[in-house]
């Protein structure tokens, strides 16, 4: 077999065997599920009388406030225990690698309050699975945490084995059609190129076979059978190769996988529905070249052109889907980011929150600028439209479903931080606020409730107030990160999801607000920082210092009640550069797995320059026969070949990103047109750094293939 038939045939399999190789492993990790379920109950027994309850825990590794979700404890009681025994899943769901010291105490942050544990020692169990507990605590803790306490209801491994189907799987589930559609262009491009090369190599004798009576059908059946002969070879090698992989690799590691391995038949299914597809369409790019063969040919005996075109688009398309993910990823993260122009830093007082008179003793704190209070209040939009979705449905500690209905966040403080307005300015917006019930809205909300300055917002407080709100200002403001961070959204028993922040003065906030003013108290301030101060000490240094500042002021996060338990909140600061680092950080782990598949594709693509080169030392034989004969050394031949595979790699990349940022540009506005995050802004961003650095490991490929390619083609020539 020809070199560009091994080449087609290889690219394939690879692609194929891609294919099948992640989803029979994402099956056979699902397949363990049972058996992993099984071995938690045995693991971690729970008493048939266990009382349990739901506690957040504040744990800060190295001083930093763990971005993103909180961290959840499941606790249940167990006798005999003199502190909290935990499981290492408890850190394992968020990927904690420093746990704390046995001795230590562990905060822990209900509704009611905060509180304290000792940790006392640790169970060997690493996978989470929500709905199991995850630490253990004595009988004693039901009368010391004064949450909600349920009943254990004990569950089967059956019952519990959803829990152990993988992020893997799930995520592939999301990655599939990416999956798919680059193995199948990946094959695509091999192939056509593969037909490319073969037409011109054959040329005249296609041209002869014209002569002796062959139809256009009749070439037609030639390409296609051929088109189909290498795909049905790949297919089979790739299947078969992708499978003896999955055993070996399930065989090395028993006892990681106790019920053996399972073949993804979905992924089996999937290659083999597209396999036919692949070969026809190929088949189809190579009958124009096929046809453009004329019978006088048969007489010409010219070399075989050279054909580059072929792998140019190969590698382009290649290269282009590794841009397209990439600027997908970066453009709708974007949007994510918080702000600049929002203050330095949030800081959350929880649970229960501190009063306005204790607010006044932070007004003080070295290396803070300005700071005020930050008063939240989620509030129905009238009229009422039930949410949808996550963060939609269910009552939370023990209340029976509830209805939730599309809110605005209400944000009422002393001071209005310097937003950029795209309508309204902001000395006039800040003389509205204080003179009566108006407000200002982000350019996300005004897109979504289609408001401009001027309108109403119409708010239903409950109670049967329904409260206009005039808009006086619309600010360009990033927003997400920043109030989830900070628990900002979702108290309350109010859902996470939200229209977005409203601006409004204490007075309006208070309007809104069904809770006696008595029970109010302020669960957040925002600062910003002293210049010269967070120059001097950095972004995570001046927080914690201020922190450990607030909490001095405060007269410490704990204090004893009027039964005399040690209660309090947890003093957390949420810095906006922090939550904007941690955010990219998110996005390009989520973006760099994606994008880690058409890159491989990349590197398959490759072998389609063994076949290139081939042809184009054929179209040249004569040429180099002479540079030979003068004395040219083989290495000076290979340097032609190699230069000739640098030229096409270079093309291709700069195609690919031309075709590569369009694309990853529309598939931005369709995920966002799915997702629940109404009036997100539409933002372009073509991340170069990151697409620079593909292009070079993309030609490196391409070069790791040429160069002991070009070597072997010149010495196996020059020799014979």
């Known amino acids: ?228 002969a290498l795909v049905a070879a790949g297919l089979a090698l790739g299947i078969g190769g992708a499978i003896t992989a999955l055993f070996a690799y399930v065989a090395c590691d028993a006892e990681t996988f106790p019920a053996g391995a399972a073949i993804g038949m979905k992924g089996v299914i999937a290659v083999m529905a597209v396999a036919p597809v692949v070969a026809v369409f190929g088949a189809l790019f190579a009958l124009k070249p096929a046809f453009a063969v004329r019978p006088l040919e048969a007489a010409s005996g010219r070399a075989p052109r050279k054909r580059q075109l072929g792998m140019i688009i190969a590698f382009a398309c290649g290269f282009g889907a590794f841009v397209a993910v ?113 407000c200002v809205i982000t350019e996300m909300m005004a897109r979504a409730r289609k408001l401009n300055v001027g309108d109403e917002l119409v708010l239903d407080a409950g109670r049967g107030l329904i409260i206009p709100l005039k808009v006086v200002g619309v600010v360009d403001l990033n927003w997400h990160m920043v109030t989830s961070r900070a628990l900002v959204r979702g108290m309350n028993r109010m859902p996470v999801n939200t229209d977005g922040p409203v601006f409004v003065s204490f007075d309006t906030l208070a309007a809104c607000d069904a809770r006696p003013q008595d029970f109010v108290k302020m669960t957040h301030v925002w600062l910003d920082y002293e210049p010269e101060f967070l120059v001097a000490n950095g972004v995570f240094p001046s927080g914690r210092i201020v922190e450990r500042e607030i909490v001095e002021a405060l007269g410490g996060a704990w204090s004893e009640d009027s039964e005399g338990e040690i209660r309090g909140n947890t003093v957390r600061l949420h810095s906006r550069d922090e939550i904007a680092d941690g955010t990219l950080a998110h996005g390009s782990d989520l973006v760099g797995a994606m994008a880690r598949v058409p890159f491989i594709f990349v590197a398959v693509i490759s072998l389609g320059f063994v076949a290139m080169l081939v042809a184009s030392f054929e179209s040249r034989r004569r040429e180099f026969a002479v540079l030979r004969a003068v004395g040219a050394t083989r290495f000076q031949l290979a340097k032609v ?56 490991f993309s030609i490196v490929f391409a070069l790791a293939v040429a160069i002991p390619a070009s070597l072997a083609i010149v010495r196996r020539s020059t020799r014979r």
Request: glycine residues 10%.
């Open 1 to 228: 077999m020809r070199a560009r038939h091994i080449c087609a045939v290889l690219g394939i399999a690879a692609a194929a065997g891609a294919v099948v190789f992640t989803q029979s492993l994402v099956a056979t990790n699902d397949a363990q599920a049972v058996a992993i379920a099984e071995r938690l109950i045995k693991a971690v027994p729970v008493d048939a009388d266990a009382r349990t309850v739901q506690l957040q825990l504040d744990f800060r590794p190295d001083g930093r406030v763990l971005q993103g979700p909180p961290m959840m404890a499941f606790a249940a009681t167990r006798p005999g225990l003199d502190g909290a025994l935990v499981t290492k899943a408890l850190f394992a769901q968020r990927r904690v690698k420093n746990l704390p010291a046995i001795g230590e105490e562990l905060t822990l942050v209900g509704r009611k309050g905060a509180y304290r544990v000792k940790l006392a020692g640790y169970l060997d169990w690493e996978r989470p699975a929500r709905g199991y507990p995850n630490m253990f605590l004595p009988p004693s803790a039901v009368a010391e945490i004064d949450e909600e306490w349920q009943d254990f209801k004990p569950v089967s491994a059956e019952e519990l084995s959803p829990m152990f189907l993988s992020d893997a799987g799930r995520n592939m589930d999301r990655a599939k059609p990416l999956l798919l559609w680059a193995a199948a262009l990946t094959a695509l491009c091999l192939l056509v190129n593969t037909l490319f090369l073969t037409i011109e190599s054959r040329r005249m004798e296609i041209a002869t076979l014209r002569i002796l009576g062959m139809t256009r059908g009749g070439v037609a059946k030639m390409i296609v059978r051929e088109a189909l």
């Open 326 to 438: 990439e600027t997908w990823g970066t453009s709708l993260t974007k949007p994510f980011i918080p702000s600049p122009e929002w203050p330095d830093a949030i800081v959350s007082i929880l649970p229960g929150g501190v009063s306005s008179f204790d607010i006044e003793h932070l007004r003080n704190l070295k290396g803070v600028k300005r700071i005020g209070e930050l008063q939240p209040l989620q509030v129905n939009i009238s009229p009422l439209e039930e949410l949808k979705g996550f963060g939609g449905g269910g009552g939370r500690g023990g209340r029976g479903p509830m209805k939730q209905y599309r809110n605005a966040l209400l944000l009422a403080s002393a001071w209005l931080p310097d937003f950029k307005f795209s309508q309204g300015d902001r000395e006039s917006a800040e003389k509205a606020l204080a003179e009566g019930d108006n």
């Open 641 to 696: 070949l190699i230069g000739e595979a640098l030229g096409v790699a270079v093309v291709g990349v700069a195609l690919g990103l031309a075709l590569g940022a369009p694309l990853g540009w529309l598939c931005t506005t369709g995920t966002r047109a799915a997702m629940a995050n109404w009036g997100l802004p539409a933002t372009f961003v073509v991340p170069m750094l990151i697409i620079a650095k593909g292009a070079f």
